[in-house]
């Protein structure tokens, strides 16, 4: 470039002396502004001591919840103790061991077994060319978890969190993933038995599930109005005598986000489109042989689930094991307008029409502190969202069963409660 171009384009170039200067930021909104998303962080970090004491040595592990019956840790959490001799000079070594380990049995006999954990470091040792030595009484001492660890083919997971499942059966699994941390104490003298405490740790690696967004009254709307803010799966239920019942359609909406707290509630709508004597299969449970039309003694028997399920699988060797587990069940309400007597053509006319039901389904009370799901070679935990439709009488219907499945996660802390580790 001449410069003779370059100063007719500085000369162009737009002034940024009257820019203003960037306003100032606040967390807390002025009149006529609202938070569009805020993470709150109502807990604070435990300020507890777990304490176990064997015979003349006692472990005292920090930042534990008062009361709490097995110490807990979150994310490459630090495992901060002290250990207090009331003998000291008896000791001539202390190690400190932090140690897991996956076990895995599949019914059949196949088992293994993974190291996730194993770090270990001499706290303090006897000198012996300083016979004055002496242990002191307090030790402090720090071990950290690790953030992955290795499979036997050398690849890399996230760390695992504390688990113990037993599914017995023709497919079963028991597996456990644990942690725990060692305290040995070596004393002085040929015949002197070192001393071991054992402490079971829980690993719990908390992760936050996105903002949700608050359903209107008509979660419809919703899917309508903000369709970027839904995840769409279909599905099909088939005829058996698509000449005379054909399929219907069904469409299941989901938050898109697909990730959610264990002890969210998750709001979903289930749309079915078809030809309306399909639909009537799907909803009334006996017609009338003569006009096709509802029974008198007819009533709505729509059999939709919406429900929550984990699946637990294991791969030992090639034998695979698996367990299914309810998680939990939805409600459903129907939205109007219902289909009514009146409005149903003949079959010749092949009307289409849609069904609505909207819902939401959260995790039972016992598992919304439970296990997030995980990922490893040989141990899956996977989420999913599964509708099921079917007619109120299968074995007389044209129509089978279907069922939807999406996948989804499912993690330990809701937005709404979620602190850093």
């Known amino acids: 470039m001449l410069a003779s171009d370059a100063a007719i384009l500085a000369q162009q170039l737009p002034s940024y002396d009257s820019i203003s200067p960037p306003p100032n930021y606040s967390s807390d909104p002025i009149c006529g502004e609202q938070s569009i998303q805020l993470a709150r962080r109502t807990r604070s970090r435990p300020a507890g001591k777990y304490v176990q004491k064997s015979g003349s040595a006692t472990v005292l592990l920090m930042d534990q919840e008062e009361g709490v019956l097995i110490p807990a840790y979150g994310r490459q959490s630090t495992v901060n103790g002290l250990i207090s001799l009331s003998s000291p000079e008896a000791v001539s070594e202390v190690k400190v061991k932090l140690y897991g380990h996956m076990d895995i049995v599949i019914s059949g006999g196949s088992s293994h077994k993974t190291t996730l954990a194993d770090y270990a470091y001499t706290a303090w040792k006897h000198d012996p060319d300083t016979s004055d030595q002496s242990c002191p009484s307090e030790l402090p001492f720090t071990c950290m978890f690790p953030f992955t660890f290795k499979d036997s083919m050398g690849r890399e997971y996230p760390l695992p969190p504390s688990m113990q499942v037993a599914y017995p059966g023709a497919s079963g699994i028991y597996a456990n993933c644990t942690y725990t941390l ?9 015949f002197a038995q070192p001393k071991k405490i054992v402490i079971p740790l829980n690993y719990y690696p908390r992760t936050r599930a ?6 209107s009254p008509d979660l419809f709307s919703d899917v309508k109005v903000s369709p970027e803010e839904w995840h769409q799966t279909m599905g099909v239920v088939q005829s058996r005598k698509p000449a005379v019942t054909p399929p219907v359609q069904c469409s299941f909406f989901i938050p898109a986000v697909k990730v959610f707290a264990l002890s969210d509630t998750i709001h979903f709508h289930v749309q079915l489109t078809g030809p309306l004597v399909s639909l009537r299969q799907l909803v009334y449970s006996k017609l009338s042989k003569s006009t096709g039309s509802p029974h008198a003694s007819a009533k709505l028997a729509p059999k939709i689930r919406v429900y929550l399920m984990r699946q637990v699988a294991a791969d030992v060797g ?11 069940e939805g409600t459903l309400s129907p939205r109007p307008p219902p289909i009514v ?9 092949q009307s289409e029409d849609s069904l609505d039901w909207e819902g939401e389904v959260r995790c039972d009370e016992d598992v919304t502190r439970g296990t997030p799901g995980f990922i490893t070679r040989d141990l899956m935990v996977k989420d999913f969202l599964v509708l099921s439709v079917s007619p109120p009488d299968p074995t007389k219907s044209n129509l089978m069963s279907t069922q939807v499945t999406v996948p989804i996660r499912l993690v330990t802390e809701s937005a709404e409660t979620w602190r850093e580790d």
């Open 341 to 349: 007597t009146s409005s149903i053509p003949t079959f010749e006319g």
């Open 210 to 215: 996105p903002m949700l967004m608050n359903p």
């Open 182 to 190: 060692m305290v040995k104490i070596v004393k002085r003298g040929f």
């Open 318 to 328: 090639g034998q695979k094991g698996y367990k299914n587990i309810t998680l939990g």
